[in-house]
């Protein structure tokens, strides 16, 4: 079976061979994953419907499940490409090197993670100027 996501509302392959990434996942992510899964072992599909036969829809899973809990928590977000952003950001803030994190985003270059989906914001430029290294002798 060759390797299908779920592109602009319908099923679809995927563009090329880098769309396809198994990135490691902690234990206990794994195990949620699987649980979801094992509602309907038989689907071809790893987020499906209530009946197991088709994808869920994004937009219906981006209001029913992940706008709720960023509201919770105090997120701003405005929909899935925001969580490639927010990734991208987050792993170079963390030090991640920039290979890595474009190999996650699934790109060949490095530069369209940088370029496209880092975002330099004020709290990045505060903590460059306040490092010890930075202040005056």
Known sequence: M???GFIKGKADSLKNSSSERRPPLSESLVERVNAL???FPNSEWMF???TGTTPVNPGNALKR????????LGISHGGWHDLRHTLT?????DGVD???VSGIL??????IA?????HATAQDFRQSLERPENAAA
């Not at 499940?65 to 919770?72: D, N, T």
């Not at 699934?106 to 530069?111: D, E, P």
């Open 89 to 93: 950001t987050t792993l170079r803030r």
């Open 2 to 4: 060759s390797s299908q």
């Open 65 to 72: 499940y992940i706008r709720p809990v960023v509201k919770g």
């Open 106 to 111: 699934g790109h060949r270059k490095v530069n």
């Open 37 to 39: 899964r094992s509602r």
């Open 48 to 50: 499906c419907s209530e």
């Open 98 to 100: 920039p290979k890595i």
């Open 114 to 118: 940088l370029d496209v989906y880092d």
